[in-house]
């Protein structure tokens, strides 16, 4: 069974750059079924998709945040990447990674890692 | 973006009773494209429901899905005490990907 694992720094100063990594294990990033994205959410409120990547480094990002957000494919390693620049707190959420597997011409997210509580402070 | 409505944001039931969780689209949701997830908390989201009604991998009968356009009820047959959570629909036909915030079920 695939599992998702997010790591990257705790702690971000405001007007920094926020970098994850999320690792998948027991399945390759670069299945053609597949999409990775990425979800976040704020303390104590709801979900915010980010965006995703595909294997070949195609990208779809949310609008409210497209001019901030980068994300990168690395498939020797079977990760990747989620690049948010500008932070404010704002931005302070528990960032996830998830498989979009496609249904029906359609991506839902299916599998999610456990997640990881970045804060923006100074 | 499509905007998702779930009211009441809270729920208070007891174990053995049915739930009925409601979730309204600002716009007609593309293809049937309306998932269920179940959160608890200090855990990711767990995908229960999409397509309106297919249940996931693993998940108990007595969850169900059901509506069209732009209602839709995510309905537990008989809470057990394990099904009190936050429980959030999303929509994933239009981009971009949207939830709703979530109906907390809570033990009466």
């Known amino acids: 069974q695939v599992q998702l694992q997010e790591s990257g720094p705790g702690l971000v100063k405001p007007s920094q750059t926020l970098s994850l990594t999320c690792t998948v294990s027991?399945?390759?990033?670069?299945?053609?079924?597949?999409?990775w994205s990425w979800i976040r959410q704020p303390p104590g409120k709801g979900l915010e998709w980010i965006g995703y990547?595909?294997?070949?480094?195609?990208?779809h990002y949310n609008p409210s945040l497209q001019s901030r957000v980068a994300m990168s494919v690395d498939t020797s390693k079977n990760q990747f990447s989620l690049r948010l620049s500008s932070v404010t707190a704002a931005d302070t959420a528990v960032y996830y990674c998830?498989?979009?597997?496609?249904?029906?011409?359609?991506?839902?997210?299916?599998?999610w890692g456990q997640g990881t509580l970045v804060t923006v402070s100074s | 973006e499509i905007v998702l409505t779930q009211s009441p944001g809270t729920l208070s039931l007891s174990p053995g009773e049915r739930a009925t969780l409601p979730c309204r689209a600002s716009?007609?949701?593309?293809?049937?494209?309306l998932a269920w997830y179940q959160q608890k908390p200090g855990q990711a989201p767990r995908l229960l429901i999409y397509?309106?009604?297919s249940r996931a991998t693993g998940i108990p009968d007595r969850f169900s899905g059901s509506g069209s356009g732009t209602d839709f009820t995510l309905t537990i047959s008989r809470l057990e005490p394990e099904d009190f959570a936050v429980y959030y629909c999303?929509?994933?036909?239009?981009?971009?990907?949207?939830f709703g915030q979530g109906t907390r079920l809570e033990i009466k």
């Open positions: 999303q929509q994933y036909g239009t981009s971009p990907i949207t």
């Open positions: 716009q007609r949701v593309s293809s049937s494209y």
């Open positions: 397509g309106i009604s």
């Open positions: 998830a498989r979009e597997r496609v249904i029906f011409g359609a991506n839902l997210p299916d599998y």
């Open positions: 027991g399945g390759s990033i670069s299945s053609s079924d597949y999409y």
């Open positions: 990547i595909y294997h070949s480094g195609t990208t």
